[in-house]
């Protein structure tokens, strides 16, 4: 068992308040993953529930057990650091032992636990090396490894591939989730990097200014994001914003005036908003098409074709100067200056009011942000 | 007209050549030094200096004759390892404490450590030869041993700290996740990872102290000199002894000599207090 | 006193070890135990600058000499007005000046173009950066010696026999240039300081800056000047620091070579100070004398923790 309850948590530092009262449930064998910008406090949290950080106020429970105030390493927690934190002067399996060591566990069993993670992440010719004698991606392993052999509750993992490179990194984001399935266990994943979260997550977090902004499944965040925030943070590339004013509005549709000239009408439950606000038209660029000129009355200018094999990317801009991307086919060939014109879906775009809440869908229970 | 390799390959002759002779000149004291403690007196005082000459190793062989080389070599020995091993007991928590658990006033300390190296030697050698008087530590290695360890702590802390504070927290981070007590985390973790730096603070301190002329000439008599005391001797215009303090003079300086050529790219860390590395 | 605090401080981290202390709890014992491992260090540099600083100043004031034992009165400023009226203070001072100047300009100068010769690679080039920094672990007393004995000595010295390999007269070095000789000794002691750290401080120095000021037509005199000086800048001011505390104390070489002489010629201040409390037993005027060293080293002191020591902290 591992449930993992933090309740109303706050972290001030230096007069700052960085976490600023956040609840949270992670369940068992969840893969939770924290993202968010840079100085959200995802990495501030994570530290606080691996007991690296004082908490201000506030509670943390695993299970039933209060873990708030408890050393580090009686929390049955164990961390991947974002530089593995490998301790440079013992060998490999030195190092994925020295936990059990320290906490007196017989010879025998330290031996069969080591060589079982070992097994796992296929590290067993390397047990007696130096960390510098291992290359990014085994070093990772051996971090990994090390984390493995306590047989924590939780795994917590710290922007774990941010040191790799490309395509290590998607190496090992695969292993990351096969390594999930097969130990079954309960994950913690901070990371920046949206795409790692969508591929990794049962459940993601979205952190912004020390405070949670969405908690859902990957779909469900990028399906239905409840502001502006997670819509632009999650998708790539990112979700378009126009400017847009609400001519009508009831309990099924939203009709509303973009500043650079169409009017649309989308199946949202406009009850919130009346006519003359000013809102957010949000579209993902894989909801759009691009068309001859003419075809529609939303007409702009091609800026940069980035043609990338399977899909490519126009950059257009709007009369007003509003820019957009658009993901058209791969044999899309448009010409720079080019006029077109363009088709959105309209039952996939959303709109925004001015505190940048997400106007719902008819019928879908408003979702606490 | 020189090809560009051409080129190249003279001006990296000319540069080498040139550093050799520059090199070679520097040099020339201490392998004069050297070649004189082989010879015999009457080869050492000859005009014009012999290059040649059949050397000798009297001088090595009756080390003792003129003066009780290996009582003064001792004394060098005892302070310099004493007041280096008290350093390190007081350098590295002191070290630790201000790498790890940076507090506000953690730079105004070790500016403050640092500029009691300004204070001048001369500035307190009355006081500190009346209180020797006082205390009975005049011309004891107990009295050295102390003032060693004040005038180099300053550095040694500098130094450890600034090897200490290259080492990243994660590492420490991670010990802590795994159960390692504060103890643990430093003769576990962090000794080991730092020994490299310790070790060439150790070596710093050791070459300070061996070296030091001016305490330990204020301070002792024939009882606790070390060997910078005892070369000092041999300035007296009584006799001639050069080949002897050929001699002597290389015997005490041959193991500092060897510490620094083993140990000079860390030594820049510490000479420069950290500035440089 | 130290070593008893510093257990104190190793039991506190045993009585942690034991407990099961949260972050909270443990931060308080951390920095509770980060206190006391500090302590020693700066109990005893406090000890050590304070006791024997106040007692300077105490002696200063008072007629205190050992010879004449009797009553100390108090004489307010006029060892001050005494040691400063010295004739020996005046060619103390200035010999104090001519000898750090001379020295720090010889050793940088040097020591910037023999970092820069060493640069590039050559046959042997570890060899000669050993050779070259060697005389900076010759203890001082043994350098003097070294140099007036077998270098400078105009009978049977290597100088004097290069001089008459060349038909001159052999220059006797102690007798007519005395000051002048001391700061040959100890340059030769402080350039391979001043090329050990402007040494490593060139492999700091970007290639690829270089490179690039290549091919904007830079010809090496002006990689000197544009790039490599101005990169250097900083450790130069360190060696300038550090090399000036040590030389406004030279006692050794003057000690071993010419014990001040002839006459003042080759006394400076710390030499002065050391023969009017231990030659001539007067401490009220030695102590003067060595405040207002401690004066004129703060004023140093000042500019270098002013100079680097904010790059110091900053950096580490």
Known sequence: ?369 | MLSLKQTRHLRTVLIGSLAWLVALAIFFPIFWMLLTSFKTEIDAFTSPPQLFFAPTLENYIHIDERSDYFHYAWNSVVVSFGSTFIGMLLAVPAAYSMAFFETKRTKNTLLWMLSTKMLPPVGVLVPIYLLFKDFGLLDTKLGLVIIYTLINLPIMVWMVYTYFKEIPKDILEAARLDGATPGQEIYRVLLPIAKGGLASTILLSLILSWNEAFWSLNLTASGAAPLTALVASYSSPEGLFWAKLSAVSTLACAPILIFGWLSQKQLVRGLSFGAVK | MSITSLQAGVNTASDMATGSAGPKLQKRRRSRVGLAMVSPSVLALLVWMAVPLAMTIYFSLIRYNLLYPGDNEFVGLENFYYFLTDEGFVAGAFNTLWLVLSVLAISVVAGVLIAVLVDTPFFGRGIVRVMLISPFFIMPTVSALVWKNLLLHPVSGVLAAVWRFFGATPIDWFTDYPLQAIILIVSWQWIPFAVLILMTAMQSLDQEQKDAARLDGAGPIAIFWHITLPHLARPIAVVIMIETIFLLSIFAEIFTTTGGGPGYETTNLAFLIYSQALLQFDVGMASAGGLIAVVIANIAAFMLVRMIGKNLTDKA
Do not use: W
């Not at chain 1, 068992?28 to 994570?46: A, N, R």
């Open chain 1, 1 to 369: 068992m591992a449930n993992l309850t933090i309740r109303n948590l706050k972290k001030v530092f230096e007069g700052i308040e960085i976490i600023k009262g956040i609840d949270l449930d992670i369940k068992d064998h969840e893969f939770v993953v924290f993202v968010g910008p840079s100085g959200c406090g995802k990495s501030t949290l994570l530290r606080l529930i691996a007991g690296l950080e004082e908490v201000t106020s506030g509670h943390i429970h695993l299970d039933d057990k209060e873990i708030t105030d408890m050393a580090p390493a009686k929390r049955d927690l164990a961390m991947v650091f974002q530089t593995y934190a490998l301790y440079p002067h013992m060998s490999v399996k030195k190092n994925m032992s020295f936990a059990l060591d320290l906490a007196g566990v017989a010879k025998s069993e330290v031996e069969s636990k080591v060589s079982e993670a070992a097994r796992i992440l296929e590290l067993d010719h390397l047990l007696e090396r130096k960390p510098k004698a291992l290359s990014g991606g085994q070093r990772q392993r051996v971090a990994i490894g090390r984390a493995i052999v306590r047989q924590p509750k939780i795994f917590l993992f710290d922007e774990p591939l941010s040191n790799l490179d490309a395509a290590l990194r998607v190496q090992m984001r695969l292993e990351l989730a096969r390594l999930h399935q097969e130990l079954n266990a309960t994950m913690i994943y901070v990371t920046h990097d949206q795409v790692e979260a969508m591929t990794l997550a049962d459940k993601v977090v979205v952190l912004n200014g020390g405070n949670i902004e969405q908690v859902g499944s990957p779909l469900e965040l990028y399906r239905h994001p409840v502001n502006q925030f997670v819509a632009g943070f999650i998708g790539t590339p990112k979700m378009a914003f126009l400017n847009a004013q609400v001519k009508a509005s009831d309990a099924a549709s939203v009709t509303v005036a973009l500043d650079s000239g169409p009017v649309y009408t989308l199946p949202l439950d406009g009850r919130t908003v009346k006519v003359g606000d000013v809102v957010t038209f949000g579209v993902r660029p894989e909801h759009i098409q691009v068309a001859d000129a003419g075809v529609s009355e939303f007409s702009v200018k091609l800026d940069v074709t980035e043609h990338l094999g399977a899909d490519t990317y126009c950059y257009v801009k709007a009369p007003n100067g509003e820019t957009l991307t658009v993901r058209a086919s791969g044999d899309y060939m448009g010409r720079y200056g080019q006029e077109v014109s363009l088709v959105p879906e309209l039952a996939h775009c959303h709109l925004f009011d001015a505190e940048g809440r997400a106007i719902p869908k008819p019928g879908a229970p408003a979702q606490a942000a």
